[in-house]
């Protein structure tokens, strides 16, 4: 055999092997994803026991389905409704420290949206109209009429809208570093819906259908339950549950989709002039976006509004909550 058939020979076994090798991995893969599904799949029901109704009250819309929310009475006698970013797994276990922390200065009405926590699934299209038309029937419903919008995230493009369709509702508002219309001009890649949306089509089988997420959910719960210290023992047991068992659900799914939708129905809004606006940023998406703040700024118009940057990530209530709360009471004061 010749020196060239020789080193034909050996390099067609290195590859046997190596494809062997790799045939083996992907097995292993394949079986590690599958018995993670099977475990998810099952797990889910018992979780959904655990949370099933575990806290607050219902309000049943038009087309019958129900909103969850809980209300938090307080000697204060300013009304906050609290509205969470997207996708929040429990808005009333995210905001649990938020809420005691201004129970002060507010009674809360804490809102999960349709889609979101222990609320139904929507039957109608996640656009702007059907998104605040569900929140004034809620808050007509407990005949509150007066009353301040704290939105995180995605929130606060529902809250921007909220605020022109009932002006002599809302008192003021507060964006704990909320989305705006036109954050879709910025050039960063996350910040075009299309590409979150795309983005979400991909996670949702990948991550959320195989069971992946909920390990992760699994390995990282105690470090989320440790930036919100007023959880008991017990809501940690049922908040774990509902972050385990939580996924990209198909009213999420269409309110991503929406988007885009959503923020050109918004583009040319701005806050009426009889809404004092605090809006509190975090330092890390002002760093990486040029025109994040200003972005803000050009949305108020009543002379008493704020836009503020502190030091800490997206979700303040969070990773900065001293602070957060501060500028919340120094604004109130104001």
């Known amino acids: ?119 139904d699934g929507a039957v109608s299209e996640r656009n702007v109209t059907n998104f605040c038309e569900e929140l004034h029937g809620l808050l007509a419903s407990l005949h509150c009429d007066k009353y301040t919008l704290i939105a995180h995230s995605i929130g606060g493009l529902y809250s921007l809208y909220y605020a022109n369709q009932y002006p002599d509702e809302v008192q003021g508002f507060i964006g704990i ?34 069971g992946i997420n909920r390990l992760v959910s699994e390995l990282s719960f105690e470090q989320t339950a440790a930036q919100i210290p007023t959880l008991s023992e017990d809501d940690k047991r049922i908040a774990k549950a509902i972050y385990c068992a939580a996924g990209l659900n198909d009213t999420l799914m269409d309110e991503m989709k929406m988007l885009e939708a959503n923020m050109l129905e918004c583009y040319d809004m701005k806050f009426p002039e009889s809404v004092p606006v605090l809006y509190v940023l975090a330092k890390d998406n002002t760093d990486t976006m040029p025109d994040w703040e200003q972005y803000h700024k050009d949305l108020v118009t009543n002379p008493d509004s704020r836009v503020t940057v502190i030091e800490g990530a997206h979700y303040l209530h969070l990773t900065s909550l001293q602070k957060l709360t501060e500028e919340i009471t120094d604004w109130h004061h104001k």
């Open 1 to 119: 055999m010749s020196k060239s058939e020789n080193t034909v020979k050996k390099a067609h076994k290195i590859r046997k092997v190596i494809l062997r090798i790799l045939g083996i991995l992907l097995l292993i893969i394949a079986v590690l994803i599958a018995v993670l599904s099977i475990r998810h799949h099952i797990l889910n029901k018992r979780d959904r026991e655990i949370y099933a109704d575990a806290y607050g009250e219902y309000y049943t819309t038009p087309q019958g389905r129900k909103m969850n929310y809980t209300r938090f009475d307080s000697d204060a006698e300013d009304v906050a409704v609290i509205l969470p970013g997207y996708g929040c797994p429990t808005v009333r276990y995210e905001f649990d420290a938020f809420v005691k922390g201004l129970s002060d200065r507010y009674q809360f009405i804490v809102v999960e949206p349709l889609g979101y926590g222990l609320s």
């Open 177 to 210: 570093d909320a989305s705006v219309p036109h954050q879709c001009d910025a050039d960063q890649w996350i910040a075009k819906p299309k590409n979150v949306y795309f983005l979400y089509k991909v996670m949702r089988p990948l991550l959320y259908g195989s």
